[in-house]
């Protein structure tokens, strides 16, 4: 007898929680903070450590200094960093059984703070790319996460699907609070515990192994 799913949508980040990213995102930031700073975009007292690339962007988008021509020197910064990172970037463990186990239960998409091409091209490497119905890219959102806009883009899509008939998995506090904002229940995978508790990002639950994730999609026996 087929188990009951408690979800007709799940939403997954891709770096570290599909994909075993090799991106230094700490050094694409300390890179994307030196330039803004040496601009005089931010500080040099800037909170850098409470910010992830994504909401250091938009605190200089915020600041009303940051040119264009500024932000795409930026953007090519971050466009390499992904580019060496995302080379050679095998899955997590487990992905593929899992997700050849969920097709046909649940609508799959694929949400991520990357370049839609460049993501479409690493799950298109790694033989996963057909178990989704929809990639959004940071080119289908208004703000990267944690903005909840490209999970909105995606939830659009599905317009008989209620936000809360979703799951999104994800492995950090951005993924958690664009899923919280959206009105989406959050599954952390592999994540820091304490970052989500100091942020108020609530969770379903957290899991280790992707193999888990079946036990929240469906019924018990």
Same mark, same amino acid.
């Given at each position: 007898?087929?188990?009951?799913? /408690?979800? =007709?949508?799940? *939403? !997954?980040?891709?770096? &570290?929680?599909?994909?075993?990213?090799?991106? #230094? +995102? $700490? /050094?694409? =930031?300390?890179? *994307? !903070?030196?330039?803004? &700073?040496?601009?005089?975009?931010?500080?040099? #007292? +800037? $909170?850098?450590?409470?910010?992830?690339?994504?909401?250091?962007?938009?605190?200089?988008?915020?600041?009303?200094?940051?040119?264009?021509?500024?932000?795409?020197?930026?953007?090519?910064?971050?466009?390499?960093?992904?580019?060496?990172?995302?080379?050679?970037?095998?899955?997590?463990?487990?992905?593929?059984?899992?997700?050849?186990?969920?097709?046909?239960?649940?609508?799959?998409?694929?949400?991520?703070?990357?370049?839609?091409?460049?993501?479409?091209?690493?799950?298109?490497?790694?033989?996963?790319?057909?178990?989704?119905?929809?990639?959004?890219?940071?080119?289908?959102?208004?703000?990267?996460?944690?903005?909840?806009?490209?999970?909105?883009?995606?939830?659009?899509?599905?317009?008989?699907?209620?936000?809360?008939?979703?799951?999104?998995?994800?492995?950090?506090?951005?993924?958690?609070?664009?899923?919280?904002?959206?009105?989406?229940?959050?599954?952390?995978?592999?994540?820091?515990?304490?970052?989500?508790?100091?942020?108020?990002?609530?969770?379903?639950?957290?899991?280790?192994?992707?193999?888990?994730?079946?036990?929240?999609?469906?019924?018990?026996?």
């Amino acid at each position: 007898m087929k188990r009951r799913c /408690r979800y =007709k949508a799940i *939403v !997954f980040d891709m770096d &570290n929680t599909l994909l075993r990213s090799r991106i #230094d +995102f $700490p /050094r694409i =930031k300390r890179d *994307v !903070f030196g330039f803004l &700073n040496g601009c005089g975009v931010l500080p040099p #007292d +800037f $909170p850098l450590g409470e910010h992830t690339i994504a909401t250091l962007i938009e605190a200089a988008r915020g600041s009303g200094k940051l040119q264009a021509a500024w932000e795409a020197e930026i953007w090519d910064t971050v466009v390499r960093g992904e580019r060496e990172g995302m080379a050679g970037a095998e899955l997590e463990p487990f992905v593929p059984e899992v997700l050849e186990r969920l097709r046909g239960d649940v609508a799959m998409s694929v949400l991520t703070n990357n370049a839609r091409e460049a993501a479409i091209e690493a799950l298109h490497r790694t033989g996963i790319v057909s178990c989704f119905e929809h990639i959004a890219g940071r080119e289908q959102m208004a703000a990267l996460k944690p903005s909840p806009s490209g999970l909105l883009h995606l939830l659009s899509h599905y317009p008989h699907i209620r936000a809360d008939e979703w799951l999104a998995v994800g492995d950090s506090w951005i993924d958690g609070k664009a899923a919280q904002q959206g009105g989406v229940p959050f599954l952390a995978y592999h994540a820091n515990t304490a970052e989500f508790e100091r942020r108020s990002v609530p969770v379903i639950g957290h899991i280790r192994s992707m193999r888990e994730l079946a036990d929240y999609v469906y019924d018990g026996d």
